[in-house]
């Protein structure tokens, strides 16, 4: 009986004239799906924290530069050995790199550049381009290929080591003297180091080879294995301290700054009522 009279229902409904130009399946905008936000002011102690850590931070006065000691000893063993550079972000590893690189097209080589991600190379395509001459840098990833005659190959490394096993099969060599691995460490991903295993394992000896890292781990067994693998001799350079130091903070819902930590270097207990919010909200959205 209750069916029947839902069918009555839908079919009086459906019956009913429909305003001019309206639609029968018409959707409303949903209600707001959490309560409006209270801003808590911070107190003058929180206030300090946060201009501690703002502190010191915008671009710096611009000076001649000066590369580093490990930047030229790594710049003089590529010339005869592969080298693996492990230093933190910011210390200029690409910078030895590009300079090896302006040696070798002014020798009249060629080279590639490998990245683990499309974004980073074509951020290295439109930088090298610049720095080197468009009509001397080509690109090749899953999604461009441009220029690919050019003396400098930029490109993911899944590409580069697709290229090695074509020149195995076919019986050819591989247009390049020189490649560098960016983001070496990828050679421990799960899903995606064995294309870096690959591509250290099929290029040939000939190919000198620049890995560049900032967080691989055990570096002098890494460079043995490469050193077996490929018989040549590779020199394990590590850059000094980070030049850019590291802050790490939390922003909250309304918008407000808190140190991860405090003035003694220990967890900043401010934090926690934010933990207690996120686990507040949880339940209520469980209910």
Same mark, same amino acid.
């Given at each position: ?19 001019? +130009? ?15 936000? *209270? ?15 703002? #502190?010191?931070?915008?671009? !710096? ?7 580093? #000691?490990?930047?030229? %000893?790594?710049?003089?063993? *590529? ?5 693996l550079v492990t230093a933190p972000t910011g210390s +200029? ?5 590009? %300079? ?14 490998? /990245? ?9 395509? /439109? ?11 080509? *690109? ?10 050019? !003396? ?5 490394? %899944? ?45 040939? !000896? ?6 560049? #890292?900032? /967080? ?9 294995? *490469?050193?077996?693998?490929? +018989?040549? /001799? ?44 996120? #686990?507040? +909200? ?6």
């Amino acid at each position: 009986m209750p069916r029947s009279d839902n069918r009555d229902r839908r079919r009086s409904s459906q019956d009913r004239p429909q305003p001019k +130009g309206e639609r029968r399946d018409k959707r409303f905008f949903a209600g707001e799906s959490s309560s409006a936000r *209270i801003v808590t002011s911070q107190t003058p102690r929180q206030v300090r924290a946060v201009e501690r850590l703002l #502190s010191g931070i915008g671009v !710096p006065e611009p000076k001649p530069f000066k590369p580093d #000691s490990f930047q030229l %000893e790594a710049l003089a063993a *590529i010339e005869t050995e592969d080298v693996l550079v492990t230093a933190p972000t910011g210390s +200029g590893k690409t910078w030895i790199a590009r %300079e090896e690189i302006r040696r070798m097209l002014a020798a009249g080589k060629r080279a590639w550049y490998t /990245t683990p991600l499309k974004a980073l190379t074509n951020s290295k395509y /439109t930088e090298f381009g610049a720095e080197f001459g468009p009509e001397n840098v080509g *690109i090749l990833t899953g999604d461009r290929k441009e220029n690919t005659q050019a !003396p400098l190959i930029v490109g993911t490394t %899944e590409i580069y080591r697709n290229q090695l096993f074509d020149a195995l099969r076919e019986g050819s060599q591989v247009e390049a003297d020189f490649v560098v691995l960016d983001e070496a460490h990828y050679l421990s991903d799960e899903e995606r180091g064995h294309v870096w295993e690959e591509s250290i394992i099929l290029s040939p !000896p000939r190919i000198r080879m620049l890995l560049l #890292s900032a /967080t691989v781990g055990r570096a002098e067994e890494f460079a043995a294995w *490469i050193g077996e693998i490929r +018989g040549t /001799t590779v020199r394990v350079i590590k850059a000094g301290p980070r030049p850019v130091e590291l802050r790490a903070a939390y922003i909250s819902r309304d918008l407000q700054l808190f140190p991860l930590f405090g003035e003694d270097g220990k967890y900043n207990r401010d934090l926690d009522q934010f933990a207690k919010q996120r #686990s507040d +909200g949880f339940r209520r959205r469980r209910r």
